[in-house]
C-alpha cells in the first residue's frame, strides 16, 4: 500500500490565528504562554487533519513562530552574533527580534524562497559560527505529536540548502567550510530522533533543484553518507523544478527514499524510476502544492500503476512540495461561485485527495466514487462557458507581432515627447499609492459590508483623491498620481473588476512572517468588461493643470500574483492579461492621460530556478508587457515600475521592455544597480528610487542629492528622474510629505547646478 504523506501544512490557520496572536504578543497585549497556547492549538489541529484523511504520516516541524529557517537557525544555535542573544535561552521575544530588529539591531535580511512569494530570514554565517546549544521547540513539538499517538515524521531544511540560502558576515568566507560541524548538529539531531523511536524523517533539499556546482554537489556525498547511517531512515526531499540531473548522485547516497516534485517537473519521473533502486522509498509530488486546482485523481493513478507495480509499498504519495503556498480550507468560502468552488482544492481538500490517489491504486474498485465525482468537477470545469470566452479568443487569434512594438523608436518617441510633455530636466514623480489612511480603509470596510452606497463611496473616494492631488501640487511635484486611494491591493483591485478571475474570503497564504496575501484565482479567459482606472485618473487630471500619471499593474505580476489557471500555459494566460491591460492603457490615452505607468513588481519573480530556462521566461513575459505598452501613440510616455528583486542578472530584458521610463528600487541594492545600469548602459529614461519608502525614516536633501549625483555620472541626466523606491501606501502623511519635500529641493538644487553648467558650456 502506497504510504501518503505531505511536507507542511499551512501554519497560520484558516482564519489566520498565528498571524493575531502574534501580532497580538507584538503589541503586548499577551504573553508567551497565550502565544504557546495558540501555536499548540493550531499544531493540533493541523495533525487531527491529517490523521483524519488517514496520512500514513503525521508531519511535524513545519510549524514555525515566524519562519521555518528562522526555526532551524534557532534549533541549531547559529543566531547571528551582532544580537548578543544566548542560544540556548532564546526567547520567544528574542526570537522575534531576529526577525523584526531591535532598538540596536535592525532584523535579519528577509528574501525569496526559491520562486515562491514567500520570504524567509537569511543566516548570517561566519567563521565563528557554531551550531550549539539552541531552542528544543523542534523536539518539544515531536513530543507533543508523539503524546498524541501520532505517526509522527518530523521535517527539517536540510544542511546543505540551509548553507546554501545563507550569507556569509565575513566577506570572502566560504559557507560550505561550516558543513563538518554542521553535519555534527545533524547527526546529534537524529539520534535524539532516533531516542524517541521516529522511523522517518524528512530533509529537504530544494537546493538540488538549482544550478549546483562542484563542491556544493560533493556536499551532498558528504552529508547524506553520515546522516543515512543514523539509524533514522532519511526521505531526501526535492522540490521546485528536477532534480534529475542529479539522479545518479542521490541514488547512491545510503538515504532510504527520495521525493520528486512531479508536477513542475513530470518528466523526471522515468530518470528516478530507473536510476532509483527498487527497494528505496520514492516519494511522488503530483498534488500542486503551489495551486488551488482539484486534482485529476483518476489520471494521477493511472500515470503511477507501473510505478506502483514495481515498487508496491516503495511508493508514496504527496503533494509536490509543501502545502503552505496555498490556503487552508475551502470550507470557509461561502460567497465563490459554487462552480468554480467545485474544480478547486485548498491545503485542507489536498489531505483527501492523497488518500484517494492510494486508494485508486491499492483498489481502484474502492475509489470509483470518489474518482466518479473528481470526473464529473473536471468535466464541467472544461465545458463551462465560465472559463470559454469567444470574445478573448477572438481577440488573442489577432495578435501580430506588430502589436508588441511601438510605432518608432525610444530616440524618436523622446523627441515627441519633450516637445509635448515640457518636463524640466530630472523631473519629480512617486511610484503611485499615498498613504492609505485609516478614513480610506474604513470606507472601503464599510462600503464592502454595505453600510455605503456605491455613489457615497465613490464621492470620498473622489474627495481623498483631490486631497492628493492638492497635496501633490503643493509639493511641486512635475508629474503627479491619483494616489491609488481605492486600491486595496495592487492585483486584487483589478482582478475584482476582471471577468474569468475569483476573488476568495479567506484564502490567504503566508507571504512574511504574519503577513498574509489573499491571490485571486483565474479560472476561466480575462477579458475587461468596461474600463477599470479611466474615471479616477481623469477626475484627477481634471482637478490640476500638472501631467497626472495614470498607474496599472501590468501582466506579468497580474499573473506571478495570483494563481493561475492550469489548463493552459502560463504563456496563453499573460497574452490575454496583455491584452486587457493594453485596451486599458489605450482607454487611458484617448481620456486624454499622457503618461501612463505599468507596474512589473513581479517581473523578476517568475525567473525560473534553473538559468537554461531563463530565455524563454524572459521572451514572452518580455512580449506579454510590450504588447501592454505598444498600442499608443510616440506621446504617450509609457512608464514601468520594478522593486525588491536582483535586476542586475536581467538588464537587457529589462531594456527590451521598451518603456520610455522604468522607476526602480534601489536602496535594497544600493549602488549595485546603479553600476549594472551603467555598464550595460541602459538605453531609456530611469529613476532611481532615491530613499525607502518601507521607513519612516526621512531622508535627508543632501542624501538624496548625493544620490542623484551619483546616478548623473553613470545616466545622462536627461534621462533620470528623481522619485521614491516604491509605493508610498504604507506610510504615514507627515513622513510622506517631509520626504518628497527634501527630495523635491534635491532635486531642484541639482537641476538649477546642472543647467548652469550647461549654460556655462554654452557661453564659453
Ligand atoms: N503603483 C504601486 C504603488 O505605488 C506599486 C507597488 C509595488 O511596486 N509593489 O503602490
Ligand atoms: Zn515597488
Not at 139 to 164: H, Q, S
Not at 271 to 281: G, I, Y
Not at 392 to 402: E, S
Not at 676 to 687: D, L, S, T, V
Amino acid at each position: 500500500m502506497a504510504c501518503t504523506h505531505i511536507h507542511g501544512f499551512p501554519r497560520i490557520g484558516a482564519n489566520r490565528e498565528l498571524k493575531f496572536a502574534q501580532e497580538s504578543f507584538w503589541r503586548g497585549e499577551s504573553d508567551d504562554a497565550y502565544l504557546r497556547s495558540v501555536a499548540q492549538a493550531l499544531r493540533a489541529r493541523h495533525w487531527e487533519q491529517q490523521r483524519a484523511a488517514k496520512l500514513d504520516f503525521v508531519t511535524v516541524g513545519d510549524f514555525a513562530y515566524y519562519d521555518p529557517m528562522l526555526n532551524l537557525t534557532a534549533l541549531l544555535g547559529a543566531l547571528p552574533e551582532r544580537f548578543g542573544f544566548e542560544p540556548a535561552s532564546l526567547s520567544l521575544a528574542q526570537y522575534y527580534e531576529l526577525a523584526r530588529g531591535n532598538k540596536a539591531q535592525p532584523a535579519m535580511e528577509m528574501t525569496k524562497w526559491f520562486d515562491t512569494n514567500y520570504h524567509y530570514l537569511v543566516p548570517e554565517l561566519g567563521p565563528d559560527t557554531t551550531f550549539n546549544g539552541g531552542v528544543s521547540w523542534f523536539f518539544d513539538e515531536i513530543d507533543e505529536a508523539l503524546a498524541l499517538n501520532l505517526p509522527v515524521k518530523p521535517v527539517l531544511i536540510g544542511p546543505i540548502t540551509y548553507l546554501w540560502l545563507s550569507k556569509s558576515q565575513t566577506p570572502g568566507f566560504d559557507r560550505l567550510s561550516l558543513l563538518p560541524k554542521l553535519v555534527i548538529r545533524y547527526v546529534r539531531i537524529l539520534d535524539a530522533l532516533k531516542q524517541r523511536g521516529i522511523e522517518w524523517v524528512q530533509i529537504d533539499e530544494p537546493a538540488l533543484c538549482l544550478d549546483l556546482e562542484g563542491e556544493w554537489l560533493e556536499a551532498f556525498s558528504a552529508v547524506y553518507d553520515v546522516l543515512g547511517a543514523s539509524g533514522v531512515k532519511v526521505l531526501l526531499a526535492t522540490y521546485f523544478d528536477t532534480a534529475a540531473d542529479h539522479a545518479t548522485l542521490v541514488a547512491q547516497l545510503p538515504v532510504h527514499g527520495v521525493h520528486i516534485d512531479l508536477i513542475r517537473a513530470p518528466e523526471q519521473l522515468e530518470v528516478w524510476r530507473k536510476a532509483l533502486p527498487a527497494d528505496k522509498v520514492l516519494s511522488a509530488g503530483v498534488v500542486d502544492g503551489r495551486n488551488v486546482w482539484r486534482a485529476d485523481l483518476g489520471a494521477i493513478a493511472g500515470s503511477l500503476q507501473t510505478l506502483h507495480a514495481e515498487r508496491g509499498d516503495q511508493l508514496w504519495i504527496a503533494p509536490s512540495c509543501s502545502l503552505q503556498h496555498v490556503p487552508v480550507t475551502l470550507a470557509s468560502e461561502k460567497k465563490l461561485d459554487a462552480e468554480v468552488k467545485s474544480w478547486l482544492a485548498f491545503a485542507t481538500e489536498k489531505l483527501d485527495e492523497l488518500g484517494v490517489i492510494a486508494l485508486a491504486l491499492r483498489d481502484p474498485a474502492a475509489a470509483q466514487a470518489q474518482l466518479a465525482a473528481t470526473d464529473a468537477a473536471l468535466a464541467t470545469r472544461r465545458s463551462s462557458s465560465a472559463v470559454m470566452n469567444v470574445l478573448v479568443q477572438r481577440k488573442v487569434a489577432t495578435v501580430t507581432d506588430a502589436m508588441a512594438s511601438r510605432k518608432n523608436p525610444f530616440e524618436d518617441r523622446s523627441r515627441v515627447q519633450r516637445h509635448s510633455l515640457k518636463l524640466p530636466l530630472l523631473p519629480t514623480t512617486t511610484i503611485g499609492s499615498f498613504p492609505q489612511t485609516p478614513a480610506i480603509r474604513q470606507a472601503r470596510a464599510a462600503y464592502k459590508r454595505g453600510e455605503l452606497r456605491a455613489l457615497e463611496y465613490l464621492e470620498r473616494m473622489r474627495a481623498e483623491t483631490a486631497t492628493v492631488v492638492r497635496k501633490q501640487e503643493e509639493l511641486g511635484l512635475d508629474v503627479l498620481v491619483h494616489g491609488e486611494v481605492e486600491r486595496n491591493d495592487m492585483v486584487e483591485y483589478f482582478a475584482e473588476r476582471l471577468w474569468g478571475y475569483a476573488l476568495t474570503e479567506s484564502g490567504w497564504v503566508q507571504n512574511y512572517g504574519s503577513q498574509c496575501v489573499k491571490p485571486p484565482i483565474i479560472y476561466g479567459d480575462v477579458f475587461r468588461p468596461e474600463p477599470m482606472i479611466v474615471d479616477g485618473a481623469c477626475y484627477a487630471q481634471s482637478l490640476t493643470d500638472r501631467l497626472v500619471k495614470g498607474v496599472l499593474t501590468g501582466p506579468v505580476t497580474m499573473l506571478e500574483w495570483s494563481f493561475v489557471r492550469d489548463d493552459q500555459p502560463r504563456t496563453t494566460t499573460a497574452l490575454q492579461l496583455a491584452l486587457v491591460i493594453r485596451d486599458e492603457v489605450l482607454d487611458l490615452e484617448k481620456a486624454g492621460i499622457r503618461i501612463v505607468q505599468i507596474d512589473e513588481p513581479a517581473f523578476r519573480e517568475g525567473l525560473p530556478l534553473r538559468k537554461s530556462n531563463w530565455a524563454e521566461y524572459l521572451e514572452w513575459a518580455t512580449r506579454a508587457f510590450r504588447i501592454a505598452a505598444g498600442g499608443v501613440s510616440d506621446a504617450t510616455q509609457i512608464h514601468t515600475h520594478m522593486c525588491y528583486s536582483e535586476f542586475n542578472d536581467i538588464l537587457p530584458a529589462i531594456a527590451a521592455l521598451d518603456a520610455d521610463v522604468i522607476t526602480i528600487e534601489t536602496s535594497r541594492s544600493s549602488m549595485e544597480l546603479l553600476d549594472g545600469f551603467g555598464a550595460f548602459a541602459y538605453p531609456n529614461g530611469i529613476g532611481p528610487g532615491v530613499y525607502d519608502t518601507h521607513s519612516p525614516r526621512v531622508p535627508s536633501v543632501e542624501t538624496m542629492q548625493g544620490l542623484l549625483e551619483r546616478a548623473c555620472e553613470v545616466i545622462p541626466a536627461e534621462r533620470l528622474w528623481v522619485n521614491p523606491d516604491c509605493g508610498l501606501k504604507t506610510r504615514g502623511w507627515p513622513e510622506t510629505e517631509a520626504a518628497l519635500a527634501n527630495m523635491i529641493a534635491a532635486a531642484r538644487t541639482l537641476r538649477q547646478k546642472l543647467e548652469a553648467e550647461h549654460n556655462g558650456a554654452r557661453a564659453a
